[in-house]
């Protein structure tokens, strides 16, 4: 029995090939990808000579048996997507369920991811986080995105295309999202552009600017203080005409504030 081997490659800069990916993709039996074209440029810059094949969104259904039959047969075969890791919004996964399913060998060669990249370049919270893939174009979809992103203190990172760039951001301005963000051009590559700021404040940058390469955007998750953009006096003020226990007003706020009850009651219990 074969071994499917899901290969990380390069975003941008070849000196991120790993010394196992090189050995991996060195002794396998052939290569699928999602663009024969860059398998092969890669392949050259590394001296070696393998059968490639397609594999993209398109025929992934169809080369599933396919590839079955040539791991059933004993062959080893590697999974490329064009950059970065295989099934990350690329193709790939049901490859590897139905493998799974059938107890089929596989490895992962671990390597560049493009999300990866632009968390930790990000200087946002990490210790969670969740990626949406690309910011959806319209409908309910696109709805949901962004009620999420207006009450989600969890950073989220995503893609979106240099030609939808800016109106992703007309949106978010829109809709009052004055979340930070971060805006990650041509990760890894001669380019490399980092931006930040709201999306009022990129859109003024990007003003008159043609953006060009592959984006990944990293939006901040709200803080509890500035969801609500709270006046805690003024609360205050609003709970105590209608008197209510100042135990409760403290315990209130305390749920919508990053502020402790008991902070909040030293405050009022004298009012």
Same mark, same amino acid.
């Given at each position: 029995m074969g071994t499917l081997f899901i290969c990380a490659t390069p975003i941008g800069n070849l000196s991120d090939i790993s010394t196992r990916l090189t050995e991996t993709l060195s002794k =396998?039996? *052939?290569?699928?990808?999602?663009?024969?074209? %860059? =398998?092969?440029?890669?392949?050259?810059?590394?001296?070696?000579? &393998?059968p490639v094949y397609s594999y993209f969104l398109g025929n992934e259904l169809e080369k599933l048996n396919e590839i079955e039959n040539l791991l059933d047969s004993g062959k080893d075969v590697a999974l490329l997507s064009d950059a970065g890791t295989p099934l990350i919004a690329d193709p #790939?996964?049901?490859? =590897?369920?139905a493998l799974a399913h059938k107890k089929i060998k596989i490895e992962s060669i671990? #390597?560049?991811s493009s999300v990866i990249v632009a968390l930790t370049l990000s200087g946002f919270d990490l210790s969670k986080f969740r990626f949406v893939g690309f910011i959806p174009r319209s409908g309910k979809e696109r709805s949901s995105f962004i009620s999420e992103? /207006? @009450?989600?203190?969890?950073?989220? /990172? *995503?893609?979106?295309?240099?030609?939808?760039?800016? &109106?992703?951001?007309?949106?978010? =301005? !829109?809709? %009052?999202?004055?979340?930070? $963000? /971060?805006? *990650?051009?041509?990760?890894?590559? !001669?380019?490399? @552009? $980092?931006?930040? #700021?709201?999306?009022?404040?990129?859109?003024?940058?990007? !003003? #008159?600017?043609?953006?060009?390469?592959?984006?990944?955007? /990293?939006?901040?998750?709200?803080?509890?203080?500035t969801r609500l953009d709270l006046d805690v006096e003024s609360a205050v003020d609003n709970l105590l005409k209608y008197d209510i226990p100042k135990r409760e007003i403290a315990k209130t706020i305390s749920l919508i504030a990053d502020i402790s009850t008991n902070e909040i009651y030293e405050k009022i219990k004298d009012l």
């Open positions: =396998v039996d *052939c290569i699928y990808g999602e663009d024969t074209r %860059r =398998v092969l440029k890669l392949l050259n810059h590394l001296n070696i000579k &393998k #790939g996964s049901e490859l =590897v369920a671990p #390597g560049p992103l /207006v @009450t989600s203190d969890t950073t989220t /990172v *995503c893609f979106t295309s240099p030609k939808r760039l800016s &109106k992703d951001l007309e949106t978010f =301005v !829109k809709e %009052r999202i004055t979340n930070e $963000i /971060v805006i *990650c051009r041509e990760l890894t590559k !001669k380019f490399e @552009t $980092i931006y930040r #700021g709201t999306a009022k404040e990129l859109l003024e940058e990007f !003003k #008159g600017n043609d953006v060009k390469g592959e984006i990944t955007m /990293v939006i901040a998750g709200l803080q509890k203080q």
